[in-house]
């Protein structure tokens, strides 16, 4: 092999080997309030992802069970940690079961989705 040859298998493996992080797209690590949890009101939801996130783009929304949507701030993500997506819950939350659904649009603009429900003890 000439050296023409090895540098082309050598940047070939580099790109095979570097793609599969490139396609990555931000997934939910944890939540807070926990998926599936009982807690008191939370002032705020919390979503952890596995990579930053653009505020801008992405969502939670907040409702009840056989009711309407819960009034939430604009979405934010922490200054300390890009890869946290912050809202304030406008309201004190009584007791009952909550579903958080949301929506993500990663740093490198790939799109995630999911919902969970937590319970709001009494």
Known sequence: MNR????????????????????????LEKAMPPVGGAVTSPAEIRLKFSEGVEPRFS????????????????????????????????????????TVTWHAVSVDTHHTQGDFQFTVKP
């Open 59 to 98: 969502g939670i929304a907040l409702t009840a069970e056989g009711a309407a949507a819960v009034p939430l701030g604009q979405p934010s993500v922490d200054p300390a940690d890009k890869s946290v997506l912050i809202v304030k819950v406008g309201k004190t939350l009584p007791p009952g079961l909550y």
């Open 4 to 27: 023409r040859s090895i540098v082309r298998i050598a940047a070939a493996l580099a790109f095979a080997f570097a793609a599969p992080a490139a396609f990555a797209h931000a997934q």
